[in-house]
């Protein structure tokens, strides 16, 4: 505490000085950090070796502001809704430079206020006005005694805000804070002047805060009634490109044909021809086929399998599992992929949930099975009888509105949530990905992902519907990538398909064996710049894309081919594929211009048919679409923020809740909270994801290192898991 400081402390005794510091009280127990505008480097309270500056020329004649002390108020009021917008907070912090504030750090009064989307403009004004009044009056000293008091380890107010705005002449030539509006004095209306910190606000941040600004005093000026929603909407100019030319993707790709169809025409088209290639050997079209055909025919003719039934297919990946697939499809039945690695309390709840009508599988997983009432029908054990039946193809009802597939993934409430995924929407995934990765019957792609997850999908039968050849990867692989490298050798690879951590550690190898490869394609997962930079320095002439999509959206939603030498440390996932559409919008469902975060939905002909038997969770997340033509036509949010770049290019800036993703994995934290929180022990729980390096998955364990790992730790944390460990262990 400072000497000015000190003496205005002492200033504040009495009833006087506790209702000042009780003012503070109410404001920092809300106080969640500085309100950012960027997502850049986080305030290291020293000053930008560089500030940039960009024009604010804005409401010219008409502004009902006509101090310099009422324009300040407005660009207040204007920042903070910008503030709250770019934040997505609603309670928001900013510094209030003015002529009177010197005895506050940094010359600026730290503002606490709450912002609403629905409240007038001018109301927010006068609520700023207020505010400032009300918190000059209550002082630094207050302010400095109620940080001491709270814990505040921050040297002074200044690290309250990262974001000031006030008077031209009323800055502090020792002034820290990493973005700034000076508004200028230059006659009626609001004009100044934005200062950044390029390590604060990228140029595309920036551009978007100086446009909001602009458009928020102009149109305030004209007409201050009107709330933020209004405020914000964008220019009949933008509304057409952004939602209009940006989402013109309808395409015709020919007749729609049912995948079933597909590899049924390829095996009498080329029935010799490898399908699916394994460690143990190597399986034609025409045995796919016919193998396919013959468990078809037991489902429907000895399990009465009726179309629109669900068949679960427990295995490995495996030539087999490519058939049981086929064989549901064929029936009219949809599959439900099941991991037979999965602990068994998972499986158990997928199979409750999900009331398959029978379960195919081999007789090496009939033990990691529950046992549930549910028809098992063991492949191997079954092989005689079913190779009595007859090979010739089924026909039996199927529309591009059936179900295709359910796959279960993470859900927040501790319940995995199954995705109901149509032949419509996958057959478009499939389409767009034949025609936009050139594939041909020359391929050969290789299946790594288990088949639980939606990636398998598009893995496995991209290439079964083009006439090119996958390879199942055998299970321990897909968790070395020593491993992949020399299958990719082997097999001569030419499609490789893998999560950006995969891709990573693939880079990291000498002397990559892959002469074969023309393509590599990788998403599911953030895609760091170091990674790119790296691949093309290793691979400079096979492309790299970088696909997006959900398993709610089919697996492809977006696609960008990678540039070797891009300036944005941000890899784009692209624009929307063929029949697919993105919006980015607001908390009110609004577009938002190009370079303000907003949340990401995603439309089209991917879109999946809703949760299996959640229809609350289905509205709740598939919701109406306001933009499309079709009648009934929804959009799935994401969850994902993002924001447009100039030209209809999409970059994702993180989550808007609290999944996270590991090695391509999406986890929901709330699930494991969940779970742990079944354990009577256990109170309450909170999960976050923390980076902390671990050995290398292929060497001994370090026990230093595992010891430094666990000190980390509470220890009575440790010991509650290690017991409901131990518990699960001996009820397993």
């Given at each position: 505490m400072n000497e000015t400081t000190a003496e205005l402390s002492a200033e504040s005794s009495g009833p006087e000085g506790e209702r000042a510091r009780q003012y503070w009280r109410d404001r920092l127990m809300r106080f969640g950090g500085p309100t950012r505008l960027g997502r850049g480097v986080p305030v290291t309270g020293q000053r930008p070796s560089s500030c940039r500056q960009l024009p604010l020329a804005a409401s010219p004649g008409d502004s009902q502001a006509a101090t310099s002390a009422e324009r300040c108020h407005v660009a207040l009021a204007a920042l903070a809704l910008c503030l709250h917008r770019f934040s997505g907070r609603a309670l928001i912090t900013m510094g209030a430079r003015t002529a009177a504030a010197t005895a506050w750090p940094g010359h600026a009064v730290p503002l606490l206020i709450s912002v609403s989307a629905a409240e007038p403009f001018a109301g927010l004004v006068t609520r700023v006005t207020d505010e400032l009044r009300r918190a000059t009056e209550a002082g630094p000293g207050a302010l400095a005694e109620v940080m001491t008091e709270l814990g505040f380890t921050a040297r002074d107010g200044r690290a309250l805000f990262a974001v000031s705005c006030g008077l031209a002449g009323a800055e502090d030539p020792a002034d820290v804070t990493p973005v700034r509006v000076t508004v200028t004095d230059g006659g009626p209306g609001v004009t100044g002047v934005l200062w950044f910190d390029p390590l604060e606000l990228d140029s595309l941040e920036a551009s978007a805060v100086q446009g909001e600004l602009t458009r928020i005093l102009r149109r305030s000026a004209r007409r201050p009634e009107l709330p933020a929603a209004g405020l914000f909407a964008l220019s009949p100019h933008e509304y057409r490109t952004i939602v209009g030319e940006w989402n013109r993707t309808t395409a015709s790709t020919g007749p729609e044909r049912r995948v079933h169809c597909l590899v049924e025409e390829l095996a009498a088209r080329q029935p010799e021809a490898d399908a699916v290639l394994t460690t143990d050997g190597r399986h034609s079209y025409a045995e796919l086929n016919r193998r396919a055909n013959q468990l078809a025919r037991f489902l429907v003719g000895r399990l009465n399998v009726a179309p629109g039934a669900l068949i679960a297919v427990a295995a490995e990946r495996s030539f087999e599992l490519a058939v049981f697939a086929l064989a549901a499809l064929k029936a009219g039945a949809a599959y439900l992929p099941l991991d037979p690695a999965y602990p068994p309390g998972r499986l158990r709840l997928i199979l409750e949930d999900a009331r398959p009508a029978a379960v195919l599988t081999l007789g090496r997983h009939l033990d990691a099975l529950p046992d549930l009432g549910v028809p098992v029908v063991c492949a191997d054990a079954e092989a005689s009888r079913l190779a009595r039946y007859a090979t010739e193809n089924l026909r039996r009802p199927c529309s591009a509105d059936s179900l295709f597939c359910v796959i279960y993934t993470s859900g927040t409430t501790g319940r995995p949530k199954g995705v109901m995924l149509t032949h419509r929407g996958v057959s478009n995934s499939l389409r767009w990905e034949q025609s936009?990765?050139?594939?041909?019957?020359?391929?050969?792609?290789?299946?790594?992902?288990?088949?639980?997850?939606?990636?398998?999908?598009?893995?496995?039968?991209?290439?079964?519907?083009?006439?090119?050849?996958?390879?199942?990867?055998?299970?321990e692989a897909s968790q070395d990538t020593s491993a992949i490298s020399l299958l990719v050798a082997e097999y001569g690879i030419t499609l490789l398909s893998v999560v950006p951590a995969e891709l990573k550690l693939l880079l990291d190898q000498e002397d990559l064996p892959w002469s074969a490869l023309r393509l590599v394609i990788t998403g599911a997962d953030r895609l760091p710049r170091a990674v790119v930079d790296k691949y093309f320095a290793t691979c400079p002439a096979v492309p790299l894309l970088n696909v997006y999509g959900q398993t709610e959206s089919s697996m492809d939603g977006l696609c960008w081919t990678c540039q070797p030498d891009e300036e944005s440390d941000r890899v784009p996932v692209g624009r929307p594929i063929s029949n697919a559409r993105a919006?980015?919008?607001?908390?009110?469902?609004?577009?938002?211009?190009?370079?303000?975060?907003?949340?990401?939905?995603?439309?089209?002909?991917?879109?999946?048919?809703?949760?299996?038997?959640?229809?609350?969770?289905?509205?709740?997340?598939l919701v109406p679409d306001p933009f499309g033509s079709a009648p009934g036509g929804r959009l799935c949010r994401s969850g994902d923020l993002a924001r447009w770049r100039p030209g209809g290019v999409i970059?994702?800036?993180?989550?808007?809740?609290?999944?996270?993703?590991?090695?391509?994995?999406?986890?929901?934290?709330?699930?494991?909270?969940?779970?742990?929180?079944?354990?009577?022990?256990?109170?309450?729980?909170?999960?976050?994801?923390?980076?902390?390096?671990?050995?290398?998955?292929?060497?001994p364990a370090d026990p230093a290192a595992w010891a430094q790992l666990l000190s980390q730790l509470n220890p009575a944390t440790v010991e509650r898991c290690l017991s409901a460990a131990e518990r699960a262990a001996a009820q397993a």
């Open positions: 936009h990765y050139e594939i041909t019957a020359d391929d050969r792609l290789l299946q790594l992902a288990s088949w639980s997850f939606s990636l398998a999908i598009i893995e496995t039968f991209s290439p079964l519907c083009a006439g090119a050849a996958v390879v199942m990867a055998p299970a919006y980015i919008l607001d908390d009110d469902m609004r577009p938002v211009p190009v370079g303000v975060p907003g949340v990401l939905y995603c439309g089209g002909e991917g879109l999946a048919g809703g949760y299996l038997g959640r229809p609350g969770l289905t509205a709740e997340r970059e994702l800036l993180g989550r808007e809740d609290h999944q996270v993703q590991i090695g391509g994995t999406r986890v929901e934290l709330g699930e494991i909270e969940s779970v742990l929180c079944q354990d009577p022990s256990v109170r309450d729980a909170a999960v976050a994801l923390h980076a902390v390096p671990l050995p290398e998955p292929r060497e």
